[in-house]
């Protein structure tokens, strides 16, 4: 689902999706760096402080042109997590834990940066796959 939220008082997009896993599967998949290319479709590649991200882990992400950026986590609390990417904020991650085992993933953004929802769409659907493959 996509929508016009709020997110710390902020206006942001909200792109969210259900996954049949446990939030603590998902959270997993999510702060490992290494598995960031695997649902990341704008990442080819990591290098970081930290394999599991933990506010003030810095690195440089590789995009699919080849292009290495800079990246710093500015808030990472249990099941969420921000970034600036090339000091620029980037996109807000959080996991919600619903019924049985159940997670909510959303994924938020600017809405001057409406038109990575696509990206955001396709990272969900990853991540679905990997934390429950059929």
């Known amino acids: 689902m996509v929508r016009l939220g709020r997110v710390d008082g902020r206006r942001r997009i909200l792109v969210d999706r259900t996954v049949d896993a446990p939030a603590?599967?998902?959270?997993?998949i999510l702060t490992d760096t290494e598995r960031?290319?695997?649902?990341?479709?704008?990442?080819?590649?990591?290098t970081a402080s930290e394999r599991v991200i933990q506010r003030g882990t810095t690195g440089r992400v590789?995009?699919?042109v080849g292009v290495s950026?800079?990246?710093?986590i500015t808030r990472c609390e249990p099941y969420v997590w921000e970034w600036e990417?090339?000091?620029?904020?980037?996109?807000g991650h959080r996991v919600e834990s619903l019924s049985g085992?159940?997670?909510r993933v959303t994924l938020d953004l600017p809405p001057l940066a409406a038109g990575y929802v696509p990206v955001c769409r396709r990272a969900l659907d990853r991540i679905a796959g990997i934390a429950a493959p059929n």
């Not at 603590?24 to 997993?28: T, Y």
């Not at 950026?69 to 710093?72: M, N, R, W």
């Not at 990417?85 to 996109?91: L, Q």
């Open 36 to 46: 960031w290319p695997e649902w990341g479709p704008s990442v080819r590649g990591v």
């Open 69 to 72: 950026v800079p990246f710093e």
């Open 62 to 64: 590789e995009t699919p």
């Open 24 to 28: 603590e599967d998902v959270w997993e």
């Open 85 to 91: 990417v090339a000091r620029i904020p980037a996109t």
């Open 101 to 103: 085992d159940r997670c």
